[in-house]
T-cell receptor, first 114, second 114 residues
Framework: DTAVSQTPKYLVTQMGNDKSIKCEQN?????MYWYKQDSKKFLKIMFS???????INETVPNRFSPKSPDKAHLNLHINSLELGDSAVYFC?????????????FGSGTQLSVL | AQKVTQAQTEISVVEKEDVTLDCVYE???????LFWYKQPPSGELVFLIR??????QNEISGRYSWNFQKSTSSFNFTITASQVVDSAVYFC???????????FGKGTRLHILP
Protein backbone atom coordinates (compact mmCIF):
# COMPACT_ATOMS: atom_id res chain seq x y z
CA ASP A 1 0.00 0.00 0.00
CA THR A 2 1.34 3.40 -0.95
CA ALA A 3 1.66 5.57 2.15
CA VAL A 4 1.78 8.99 0.46
CA SER A 5 0.55 9.15 -3.09
CA GLN A 6 0.66 12.07 -5.47
CA THR A 7 -0.95 12.46 -8.83
CA PRO A 8 0.00 13.03 -11.51
CA LYS A 9 3.60 11.85 -11.58
CA TYR A 10 4.35 14.00 -14.63
CA LEU A 11 2.62 17.19 -15.67
CA VAL A 12 3.49 19.08 -18.84
CA THR A 13 1.55 22.24 -19.51
CA GLN A 14 1.68 25.62 -21.19
CA MET A 15 2.43 28.91 -19.51
CA GLY A 16 -0.65 30.64 -18.18
CA ASN A 17 -2.60 27.46 -17.49
CA ASP A 18 -4.05 26.48 -14.12
CA LYS A 19 -3.21 23.03 -12.78
CA SER A 20 -3.63 20.96 -9.62
CA ILE A 21 -1.54 18.30 -7.99
CA LYS A 22 -3.25 15.93 -5.60
CA CYS A 23 -1.80 14.29 -2.52
CA GLU A 24 -3.27 11.68 -0.24
CA GLN A 25 -1.81 9.85 2.73
CA ASN A 26 -3.23 6.71 4.30
CA UNK A 27 -1.02 6.78 7.40
CA UNK A 28 -3.44 8.64 9.64
CA UNK A 29 -0.94 11.46 10.01
CA UNK A 30 -2.01 14.89 11.22
CA UNK A 31 0.51 17.00 9.32
CA MET A 32 1.07 17.29 5.58
CA TYR A 33 3.54 19.34 3.57
CA TRP A 34 4.39 20.51 0.11
CA TYR A 35 8.03 20.85 -0.89
CA LYS A 36 9.49 22.19 -4.12
CA GLN A 37 12.69 20.72 -5.51
CA ASP A 38 14.32 22.90 -8.12
CA SER A 39 16.59 21.84 -10.97
CA LYS A 40 19.60 21.96 -8.66
CA LYS A 41 17.91 19.49 -6.31
CA PHE A 42 17.39 22.11 -3.61
CA LEU A 43 14.37 21.22 -1.46
CA LYS A 44 12.34 24.05 -0.04
CA ILE A 45 9.20 23.88 2.05
CA MET A 46 6.17 25.65 0.65
CA PHE A 47 3.27 24.83 2.94
CA SER A 48 2.41 22.78 5.99
CA UNK A 49 -1.05 21.81 7.19
CA UNK A 50 -1.96 20.29 10.52
CA UNK A 51 -5.45 18.81 10.76
CA UNK A 52 -6.60 20.83 7.75
CA UNK A 53 -5.22 24.06 9.20
CA UNK A 54 -2.45 26.04 7.51
CA UNK A 55 0.63 26.10 9.73
CA ILE A 56 3.46 27.15 7.45
CA ASN A 57 3.16 29.37 4.43
CA GLU A 58 6.62 30.24 3.23
CA THR A 59 7.29 32.98 0.73
CA VAL A 60 5.41 31.47 -2.15
CA PRO A 61 3.58 33.44 -4.86
CA ASN A 62 -0.12 33.60 -4.16
CA ARG A 63 -0.67 31.80 -7.47
CA PHE A 64 -0.02 28.71 -5.36
CA SER A 65 -2.97 27.76 -3.20
CA PRO A 66 -3.03 24.64 -1.06
CA LYS A 67 -6.34 23.04 -0.18
CA SER A 68 -6.92 20.46 2.52
CA PRO A 69 -10.44 19.02 2.37
CA ASP A 70 -9.58 16.61 5.17
CA LYS A 71 -6.47 15.67 7.05
CA ALA A 72 -5.64 12.86 4.63
CA HIS A 73 -5.49 15.14 1.61
CA LEU A 74 -3.48 18.19 0.71
CA ASN A 75 -3.85 19.39 -2.86
CA LEU A 76 -1.81 22.07 -4.54
CA HIS A 77 -3.44 24.35 -7.07
CA ILE A 78 -1.32 26.61 -9.23
CA ASN A 79 -2.80 29.47 -11.23
CA SER A 80 -1.25 31.18 -14.23
CA LEU A 81 1.71 28.85 -14.47
CA GLU A 82 5.08 30.39 -15.24
CA LEU A 83 8.27 28.91 -16.64
CA GLY A 84 9.95 29.22 -13.24
CA ASP A 85 7.36 26.93 -11.72
CA SER A 86 9.00 23.99 -13.48
CA ALA A 87 10.26 21.72 -10.72
CA VAL A 88 9.54 18.54 -8.86
CA TYR A 89 6.93 18.97 -6.15
CA PHE A 90 6.91 16.60 -3.21
CA CYS A 91 4.10 15.99 -0.82
CA UNK A 92 4.97 14.62 2.61
CA UNK A 93 3.29 13.75 5.87
CA UNK A 94 4.22 13.17 9.49
CA UNK A 95 2.30 12.28 12.62
CA UNK A 96 3.28 15.45 14.45
CA UNK A 97 5.77 18.07 13.39
CA UNK A 98 8.87 16.90 11.55
CA UNK A 99 11.00 17.11 14.65
CA UNK A 100 9.05 14.33 16.30
CA UNK A 101 8.51 12.02 13.44
CA UNK A 102 10.16 11.25 10.21
CA UNK A 103 8.61 12.59 7.09
CA UNK A 104 7.06 10.22 4.63
CA PHE A 105 7.38 11.54 1.11
CA GLY A 106 5.34 10.95 -1.99
CA SER A 107 7.16 10.00 -5.17
CA GLY A 108 7.05 13.53 -6.51
CA THR A 109 5.31 15.30 -9.38
CA GLN A 110 7.54 16.58 -12.14
CA LEU A 111 5.99 19.76 -13.48
CA SER A 112 7.25 21.13 -16.77
CA VAL A 113 5.91 24.48 -17.92
CA LEU A 114 6.45 25.20 -21.60
CA ALA B 1 18.18 31.23 11.77
CA GLN B 2 18.55 27.64 10.80
CA LYS B 3 20.80 26.61 7.96
CA VAL B 4 22.18 23.37 6.59
CA THR B 5 25.31 23.31 4.44
CA GLN B 6 26.40 20.37 2.35
CA ALA B 7 29.58 21.69 0.81
CA GLN B 8 30.14 18.69 -1.45
CA THR B 9 27.96 19.13 -4.50
CA GLU B 10 29.06 15.94 -6.22
CA ILE B 11 31.31 13.02 -5.26
CA SER B 12 32.47 10.06 -7.32
CA VAL B 13 34.13 7.02 -5.84
CA VAL B 14 34.89 3.55 -7.08
CA GLU B 15 32.80 0.72 -5.72
CA LYS B 16 33.98 -0.73 -2.40
CA GLU B 17 35.62 2.51 -1.34
CA ASP B 18 34.43 4.27 1.78
CA VAL B 19 32.93 7.71 1.36
CA THR B 20 31.90 10.43 3.80
CA LEU B 21 29.25 13.04 3.09
CA ASP B 22 29.62 16.21 5.10
CA CYS B 23 26.85 18.18 6.75
CA VAL B 24 27.26 21.34 8.79
CA TYR B 25 24.29 23.00 10.41
CA GLU B 26 23.47 26.27 12.13
CA UNK B 27 20.85 26.77 14.78
CA UNK B 28 20.30 28.90 17.86
CA UNK B 29 18.12 26.29 19.53
CA UNK B 30 19.52 23.84 22.04
CA UNK B 31 16.93 21.27 21.07
CA UNK B 32 16.84 20.27 17.45
CA UNK B 33 16.74 17.28 15.17
CA LEU B 34 18.98 16.23 12.33
CA PHE B 35 18.10 13.97 9.45
CA TRP B 36 19.55 12.30 6.41
CA TYR B 37 17.44 11.43 3.39
CA LYS B 38 18.38 9.54 0.24
CA GLN B 39 17.01 10.33 -3.19
CA PRO B 40 17.87 7.53 -5.65
CA PRO B 41 17.62 8.08 -9.42
CA SER B 42 13.98 7.00 -9.30
CA GLY B 43 13.29 10.28 -7.50
CA GLU B 44 11.56 9.33 -4.28
CA LEU B 45 12.88 10.55 -0.95
CA VAL B 46 13.83 7.87 1.54
CA PHE B 47 14.33 8.53 5.24
CA LEU B 48 17.64 7.24 6.61
CA ILE B 49 18.09 8.57 10.12
CA ARG B 50 16.89 11.10 12.69
CA UNK B 51 19.00 12.27 15.65
CA UNK B 52 18.09 14.66 18.43
CA UNK B 53 20.54 17.20 19.73
CA UNK B 54 20.94 15.50 23.08
CA UNK B 55 22.12 12.24 21.65
CA UNK B 56 25.66 12.51 20.36
CA GLN B 57 26.24 8.81 20.15
CA ASN B 58 27.40 7.74 16.76
CA GLU B 59 25.11 5.35 14.97
CA ILE B 60 25.85 2.45 12.70
CA SER B 61 23.35 0.69 10.51
CA GLY B 62 24.93 -1.90 8.28
CA ARG B 63 27.32 -0.11 5.93
CA TYR B 64 25.99 3.29 7.00
CA SER B 65 27.29 5.27 9.93
CA TRP B 66 26.71 8.75 11.23
CA ASN B 67 29.05 10.97 13.22
CA PHE B 68 27.27 13.71 15.16
CA GLN B 69 29.57 16.32 16.71
CA LYS B 70 27.95 19.30 18.39
CA SER B 71 31.32 20.97 18.93
CA THR B 72 31.70 21.42 15.19
CA SER B 73 27.95 21.48 14.37
CA SER B 74 28.42 18.59 12.03
CA PHE B 75 26.44 15.46 11.24
CA ASN B 76 28.48 13.51 8.73
CA PHE B 77 27.40 10.36 6.96
CA THR B 78 29.80 7.59 5.99
CA ILE B 79 29.12 4.71 3.65
CA THR B 80 31.55 1.84 4.06
CA ALA B 81 32.36 -0.50 1.18
CA SER B 82 30.17 1.51 -1.19
CA GLN B 83 28.01 -0.19 -3.79
CA VAL B 84 26.58 1.01 -7.08
CA VAL B 85 23.10 1.01 -5.52
CA ASP B 86 24.29 3.72 -3.14
CA SER B 87 24.38 6.16 -6.06
CA ALA B 88 21.89 8.85 -5.19
CA VAL B 89 21.50 12.40 -3.96
CA TYR B 90 21.76 12.57 -0.19
CA PHE B 91 20.14 15.34 1.81
CA CYS B 92 20.97 16.45 5.31
CA UNK B 93 18.19 18.30 7.12
CA UNK B 94 17.49 20.16 10.36
CA UNK B 95 14.37 20.86 12.35
CA UNK B 96 14.22 22.95 15.51
CA UNK B 97 12.03 21.73 18.34
CA UNK B 98 8.55 23.20 18.14
CA UNK B 99 9.04 24.21 14.53
CA UNK B 100 6.86 22.66 11.91
CA UNK B 101 9.34 22.90 9.13
CA UNK B 102 12.40 20.96 8.19
CA UNK B 103 15.22 22.70 6.40
CA PHE B 104 17.12 20.70 3.81
CA GLY B 105 20.67 21.17 2.63
CA LYS B 106 21.25 21.39 -1.11
CA GLY B 107 22.17 17.76 -1.33
CA THR B 108 25.27 15.84 -2.35
CA ARG B 109 25.11 13.77 -5.50
CA LEU B 110 27.04 10.55 -4.98
CA HIS B 111 28.22 8.45 -7.91
CA ILE B 112 29.51 4.97 -7.17
CA LEU B 113 31.46 3.74 -10.16
CA PRO B 114 31.64 0.02 -10.89
Amino acid sequence: DTAVSQTPKYLVTQMGNDKSIKCEQNLGHDTMYWYKQDSKKFLKIMFSYNNKELIINETVPNRFSPKSPDKAHLNLHINSLELGDSAVYFCASSQDGPENEKLFFGSGTQLSVL
Amino acid sequence: AQKVTQAQTEISVVEKEDVTLDCVYETRDTTYYLFWYKQPPSGELVFLIRRNSFDEQNEISGRYSWNFQKSTSSFNFTITASQVVDSAVYFCALSEAGDDKIIFGKGTRLHILP
